[in-house]
């Protein structure tokens, strides 16, 4: 069940790798959008109601401005893993961009070749903690912090392309 991949590394390849490691996994995909737009409909009507009452006393602006800081802290608790994964991504883009690839996804764990078709190294799969999988890209991540990017170009077939997915969901244990 060894895989052959090849290919070389574009800046939109790692892009879409971090940013498949930093998504929200589970219910939380779900829930921090849905905690936002609550937050954002509160507070407009919060604003709102401030402005056209009749009483514009200190205590309903200092309501909103309270109000305000608050709606800052969520909108940051929501978009911080983004603005995060695009840093994250900008700095590995330099070292991965333009970089040629090729090895063997096994049963020992990511074996990458030389140009003679030797083995060079084995990652075995005890070493990645973290897994991504999405329809066109496959992010692992080393006990070290070292990203290990699959996109679905570097397989030759579909066939191949299922067969790595399948591989590393056996393989991989993420970590909880």
Request: charged share 20%; no cysteine; hydrophobic share 50%.
């Amino acid at each position: 069940m060894d895989v052959v991949f090849q290919g070389q590394y574009t800046s939109a390849d790692v892009v879409r790798a971090v940013l498949a490691l930093h998504q929200s996994a589970g219910i939380w995909r779900f829930l921090r959008p849905l905690i936002l737009a609550v937050a954002v409909i509160l507070y407009a009507s919060l604003v709102f109601s401030a402005a056209t009452s009749s009483a514009n006393s200190e205590y309903s602006w200092a309501r909103v401005a309270r109000h305000s800081i608050t709606l800052l802290l969520i909108v940051y608790w929501f978009v911080s893993p983004y603005v995060k994964a695009y840093g994250l991504a900008r700095k590995v883009k330099q070292n991965y961009q333009g970089v040629r690839v090729r090895g063997i996804l096994s049963a020992r764990g990511v074996e990458l070749l030389f140009s003679s078709h030797q083995v060079e190294d084995v990652i075995p799969w005890q070493k990645f903690y973290r897994k991504r999988i999405t329809a066109d890209i496959i992010s692992l991540l080393t006990l070290e912090g070292a990203l290990w990017i699959f996109p679905r170009s570097f397989f030759k077939t579909d066939q191949d392309w299922k067969r790595a997915q399948e591989l590393v969901r056996a393989r991989v244990a993420e970590a909880r």
